[in-house]
């Protein structure tokens, strides 16, 4: 089965301030100071002096939070592995696996546990999971069902040694549709609530079968002569798989929006776009991930509130609630700036 590729990046200092963000931020800082009154500034001085200390400090914490989080993503992958093959029905369940959690079982059951310990594939899984999901209602369509059935694994991988970009990786069977064996997304970050860029795999679709897109026909007014023409273009259809495109928003920032003269709302279509595909990979990262079985037994639906105990609770979606999903992303801008990071 296909594994994730391996993230790779480049050794960063484990000094602050050691991104270009926070090095000009500190400039900056400097600059200002040196045009405090002087009868201020040598306590200005020692005030920046221990902040820089704590933001050190808070550097360094992070980086061990993130050293800490990857070993222990490392311990859990062998049984991510297990689940994976059992889902798939590469392995049955083991009589240890089932031992200690016979409660489950009815007495008749139990006496019938060996004869039943078979490898066997779940039907749909990973669709059911996602269409189980209310986060996700509007970006899955009828036409989409044949593929996302096709689903044999969903994982998130870290990007190693960065705390918040991430790549959420889809896993399919042979298809007849397209030729790609994993689909995914790459999310980058300007902040850790902010993302400035999505990666996305190019779909190589077969013949014929891209449901992505389809042709309209429109009048078009020639401006010289006034005569009517009909024209056809293609657009995008509504469909789960849009949203494996390649977003760059300092690029697009740069370059400026280059939309049709009789269409609107250029940046504003890119912006949405974005937040469509960051909460969408975000929840697959958060939730699906952790909480697959959960959805597909029923128990999660995506617009659960914990309580003040740790417990599910369930809930209409509020607009209002600070732990909405997807993640709220008015405040993204075109060209963002650069990557913040502890």
Not at 300 to 314: I, V, Y
């Amino acid at each position: 089965m296909d594994q994730a590729p391996t993230q790779t990046t480049e050794v960063k200092s484990d000094k602050y301030p050691s991104e270009e963000v926070d090095i000009t931020l500190e400039q900056d800082i400097v600059e200002l100071i040196k045009k405090v009154p002087l009868e201020i500034r040598l306590q200005i001085i020692a005030m920046n002096n221990l902040t820089l200390q704590k933001k050190q400090d808070d550097f360094v914490i992070g980086k061990k939070m993130a050293e800490v989080g990857e070993r222990y993503r490392k311990l859990q992958e062998p049984m991510t592995v297990e689940i994976n093959k059992i889902i798939s029905g590469e392995r049955a369940p083991l009589a240890e696996e089932i031992e200690q959690f016979k409660v489950h079982l009815t007495a008749d059951e139990v006496s019938k546990i060996d004869e039943n310990l078979t490898a066997t594939p779940f039907t749909d899984y990973w669709f059911k999971v996602l269409k189980t999901c209310v986060r996700f209602e509007g970006l899955i369509f009828e036409c989409d069902y044949p593929l996302l059935k096709k689903i044999t694994k969903i994982e998130s991988v870290p990007v190693e040694g960065d705390d918040t970009d991430f790549t959420v990786y889809f896993h399919f069977a042979e298809n007849e549709y397209f030729e790609n064996s994993t689909l995914s997304l790459k999310v980058t970050m300007a902040d850790e609530e902010v993302p400035e860029k999505i990666e996305a795999s190019e779909i190589k679709w077969k013949e014929g079968k891209n449901i992505t897109q389809k042709t309209i026909k429109k009048r078009k007014k020639n401006k010289k002569t006034g005569k009517h023409t009909n024209v056809e273009k293609i657009v995008d259809a509504e469909s789960f798989f849009t949203l494996f495109k390649t977003i760059d928003l300092p690029k697009f920032a740069e370059g400026g929006a280059e939309g049709d003269d009789d269409e609107e709302g250029g940046e504003q279509e890119i912006l949405q776009k974005m937040e469509d595909a960051y909460g969408f990979a975000a929840t697959i990262s958060e939730e699906i991930v952790l909480y697959h079985l959960e959805y597909y037994l029923g128990l999660r639906r995506g617009d659960e509130e914990e309580d003040d105990m740790g417990g599910l609770r369930g809930g209409d979606y509020d607009d209002d609630s600070e732990d909405d999903y997807p993640p709220k992303t008015g405040n993204i801008k075109l060209g963002g700036g650069g990557k913040k990071k502890m």
